[in-house]
T-cell receptor, first 114, second 113 residues
Framework: DTGVSQNPRHKITKRGQNVTFRCDPISEHNRLYWYRQTLGQGPEFLTY????????KSRLLSDRFSAERPKGSFSTLEIQRTEQGDSAMYLCAGSPTPGTDTQYFGPGTRLTVL | RKEVEQDPGPFNVPEGATVAFNCTYS??????FFWYRQDCRKEPKLLMSVYSSGNEDGRFTAQLNRASQYISLLIRDSKLSDSATYLC??????????????FGSGTRLQVQP
């Protein structure tokens, strides 16, 4: 158990609805990453926080996606006006600093958009 | 060309067999290397880091060849519980200042009784 938790674990929604996911890393994880994973692929980077600062966003992250980490602890990922193509596993990973690339993943939120 | 390439498999092997997975990466500036294991519908979990000198953890041996940009994982005496997808992962410092991991698509292993 990495100590990283994510909620909800599963979300089924209708196209056009907004959804929000939460990630709680452990306190040592200054760096927090969001990934998306579809079947048969490895995780793809979405966005990255160093403490509360969002330092980078992937081109995969359209305007419908927004992420926050308001106090440098938990993070939320919101998808507005969901589309069927958003169906995927959304993974959060934490990493301590400095000097290590190792990331520890939460269990993920599986999103199904009908 | 993908940044990290793996044979998707599946590799179907009997219990007790030795199986080897290979992976190549395209970014010669990559600084860190890992194998992660992912069970069906679960999150990736760190299996082991990979060093140029090679490293071993029980039945698992990982090797890195920086000159060829090639990473390998050897599993000896396969167990049923080794059945999973093995993700080759490469890390480093991006131009943006982000320390990033890039994942391969994974190689699926099925160990059969």
């Amino acid at each position: 158990d990495t100590g990283v938790s994510q909620n909800p674990r599963h979300k089924i929604t209708k196209r056009g609805q907004n959804v929000t996911f939460r990630c709680d890393p452990i306190s040592e994880h200054n760096r927090l990453y969001w990934y998306r994973q579809t079947l048969g692929q490895g995780p793809e980077f979405l966005t990255y926080f160093q403490n509360e600062a969002q330092l980078e966003k992937s081109r995969l992250l359209s305007d419908r996606f927004s992420a926050e980490r308001p106090k440098g602890s938990f993070s939320t990922l919101e998808i507005q006006r969901t589309e069927q193509g958003d169906s995927a596993m959304y993974l959060c990973a934490g990493s301590p600093t400095p000097g290590t690339d190792t990331q520890y993943f939460g269990p993920g939120t599986r999103l199904t958009v009908l | 060309r993908k940044e990290v390439e793996q044979d998707p498999g599946p590799f179907n092997v009997p219990e007790g067999a030795t199986v080897a997975f290979n992976c190549t990466y395209s970014n010669s500036a990559s600084q860190s290397f890992f194998w992660y294991r992912q069970d069906c519908r679960k999150e990736p979990k760190l299996l082991m880091s990979v060093y140029s000198s090679g490293n071993e953890d029980g039945r698992f041996t990982a090797q890195l060849n920086r000159a060829s940009q090639y990473i390998s994982l050897l599993i000896r005496d396969s167990k049923l519980s080794d059945s999973a997808t093995y993700l080759c992962v490469v890390g480093g410092l991006m131009d943006t200042g982000r320390r990033a991991l890039t994942f391969g698509s994974g190689t699926r292993l099925q160990v059969q009784p």
